[in-house]
Antibody, heavy 121, light 107 residues
């Protein structure tokens, strides 16, 4: 059974960089059939897709993050990572990693449990 | 961006009740709509894709319908395990967007 698990600091200071890692187990991150992505939910707000990455390193992002997000992949460690720079309190959220199919129209079929990141001094 | 509007935001119901959640898209998305269930501290679970196709292992009391801009998720006989928050998501157009969620509470 595929499992995804987010990890990283739960507290980040304003203006600094938020860094999270998603570890994938029970399946290959190097498959050409899937994209791996990040989604977040600020307190009291809806879910927001941040961006996704292919095993080759090709990425695409939600323009709402205004180029502050960077996603990378390490296939040798079956991990992919998220960095968000210049964070503010508005970046406080539960962050999820998730998988979606790469060919055609696909939903997110596997998710991690999520990790809360608080931006505060 | 396509805006997804769910209603109601909160729903109080009893075990055995029939429950319907509505999701409206700000522009047509054909049937490229998914429904997810989320429980506190757990990974969101994909229930339905393509508006009406049940994922494997999802109980048949869940069903989805709709196309274009209006969609519904129905639970025919609410069970204790179904008290959770439900989200719709469109994957017709980039960027993928979600509804605000509907929390199903015990009445």
């Amino acid at each position: 059974q595929l499992q995804l698990r987010e990890s990283g600091p739960g507290l980040v200071k304003p203006s600094e960089t938020l860094s999270l890692t998603c570890t994938v187990s029970g399946g290959s991150i190097s498959s050409s059939n899937y994209y791996w992505g990040w989604i977040r939910q600020p307190p009291g707000k809806g879910l927001e897709w941040i961006g996704s990455i292919f095993y080759s390193g090709a990425t695409f992002y939600n323009p709402s993050l205004k180029n502050r997000a960077t996603i990378s992949v390490d296939t040798s460690k079956t991990q992919f990572s998220l960095k968000v720079n210049s964070v503010t309190a508005a970046d406080t959220a539960v962050y999820y990693c998730a998988r979606r199919g790469a060919h055609g129209y696909n939903p997110f079929d596997y998710w991690g449990q999520g990790t809360l990141v608080t931006v505060s001094s | 961006d396509i805006q997804m509007t769910q209603s109601p935001s909160t729903l109080s119901a009893s075990v055995g009740d029939r429950v319907t959640i509505t999701c409206r898209a700000s522009q047509t998305i054909s049937t490229w709509l998914a429904w997810y269930q989320r429980k506190p501290g757990k990974a969101p679970n994909l229930l339905i894709h393509r508006a009406s196709t049940l994922e494997g292992g999802v109980p048949s009391r869940f069903s989805g319908s709709g196309s274009g801009t209006e969609f519904t998720l129905t639970i025919t006989s609410l069970q204790p395990d179904d008290f959770a928050t439900y989200y719709c998501q469109q994957y017709n157009s980039f960027p993928w967007t979600f509804g605000q969620g509907t929390k199903v509470e015990i009445k």
